[in-house]
């Protein structure tokens, strides 16, 4: 599978813990996505990578949020000192940039409850 | 007020009805506008993208843009029940996919 993989798929974790989901975007991809998307709403943009780079991050992504990209692959999301609130599902997107027309692939998501 | 509205269904059709799905949005600088298809659980997967206004045909999908408006459309012709799924439209303001902004999707049952 090719594809944008995210890991795990389901986690269900006490509030007050951290959790880090993995993001593997398409190989030859170079930008990177991050969107949150709670039941009965529409993705929201968290973040997104060039590279390696951290590009923008939305005012969503309080300071218990933090994301990586190391080395310009895979990344990582960790949220720390996870609330209720932070249940939702967590999007995955990868595209290339300089290709007109290329479309941003989005992963299966990695479900988190809080409970 | 959120910057894309959708409404969010559900919407109920027969198999075989043309369907007509819409966005509207306040933000005069997006340019660019796209439908996705989720199901339930999954990921979104892109249907349609337009750049500007105008009109664009894939098979039985069809999608329009009017941005004097501020309305886009999404048609789906003889509609059949593997297109049940919940449809969000979505659009950016810079080049490409950059920080999309999405509805809230519609869901739609096309029921056989």
């Known amino acids: 599978d090719t594809g944008v993989s995210q890991n795990p798929r389901h986690k269900i974790t006490k509030r007050g813990q951290n959790v880090t989901f993995r993001c593997d975007p398409i190989?030859?991809?170079?930008?990177l996505y991050w969107y949150r998307q709670t039941l009965g709403q529409g993705p929201e943009f968290l973040t997104y990578?060039?590279?390696?780079?951290?590009?923008?991050k939305s005012r969503l992504l309080s300071d218990r949020f933090s994301a990586e990209r190391p080395k310009g692959s895979f990344s990582t999301l960790e949220i720390q000192r996870t609330e209720q609130g932070d249940s939702a599902m967590y999007l995955c997107?990868?595209?290339?940039?300089?290709?007109?027309?290329?479309?941003?692939?989005f992963g299966q998501g990695t479900r988190l409850t809080v409970v | 007020q959120k910057e894309v509205e959708q409404d969010p269904g559900p919407l109920s059709v027969p198999e075989g009805a043309i369907v007509s799905l819409n966005c509207t949005y306040s933000?005069?600088?997006?340019?660019?506008f796209m439908w996705y298809r989720q199901y339930s659980r999954k990921g979104p997967e892109l249907l349609m993208y337009?750049?500007?206004?105008g009109n664009k045909e894939d098979g039985r999908f069809t999608a329009q843009v009017d941005k004097s408006s501020k309305y886009i459309s999404l048609f789906i012709r003889d509609s059949q029940p593997s297109d049940s799924a919940t449809y969000l439209c979505?659009?950016?303001?810079?080049?490409?996919?950059?920080?999309?902004?999405f509805g809230t999707g519609t869901r739609l049952l096309v029921s056989p």
């Open positions: 997107a990868s595209s290339l940039v300089g290709h007109p027309g290329t479309e941003a692939f």
């Open positions: 337009t750049y500007s206004s």
């Open positions: 979505a659009m950016s303001a810079d080049t490409g996919f950059q920080k999309l902004v």
């Open positions: 190989s030859e991809h170079n930008r």
């Open positions: 990578f060039q590279n390696e780079a951290q590009l923008e």
């Open positions: 933000n005069s600088a997006f340019q660019y």
